[in-house]
């Protein structure tokens, strides 16, 4: 069963960069999982302390290889010093 998920960032102010740094380096090796369907990162115009990631995963095994990653071990173990706030949902394609 595919799995899509949204998560927002909320970045410190002093940690917009940092973030817009960790989050960006997550696409390219992300894209190239086996099982990755889609995974893009946004930054809101109006709001750059806040980020989006739209990920969308093959399966349940997909997502846990992406968590498995070398990018993603590293983006989890620095992330939370530049970020305010962090919170996902699961989304259900209807139809």
């Known amino acids: 069963m595919?799995?899509?998920?949204?998560?927002?960032?909320?970045?410190?102010?002093d940690g917009i960069e940092k973030m817009k740094e960790l989050l960006s380096a997550m696409v390219a090796p992300s894209k190239?999982?086996?099982?990755?369907?889609f995974y893009e990162i946004f930054?809101?115009?109006?709001?750059?302390e806040k980020f989006m990631a739209y990920e969308s995963w093959?399966?349940?095994a997909a997502l846990d290889g992406h968590k498995a990653s070398a990018h993603y071990k590293i983006y989890k173990t620095s992330y939370e010093p530049f970020c305010a706030d962090k919170y996902s949902?699961?989304?259900?394609v209807l139809g």
């Open 43 to 48: 930054q809101y115009e109006n709001r750059p």
């Open 32 to 37: 190239a999982e086996d099982g990755c369907i």
């Open 89 to 92: 949902d699961e989304l259900e």
């Open 2 to 13: 595919t799995i899509t998920k949204r998560v927002t960032f909320i970045a410190k102010p």
């Open 58 to 60: 093959r399966d349940e």
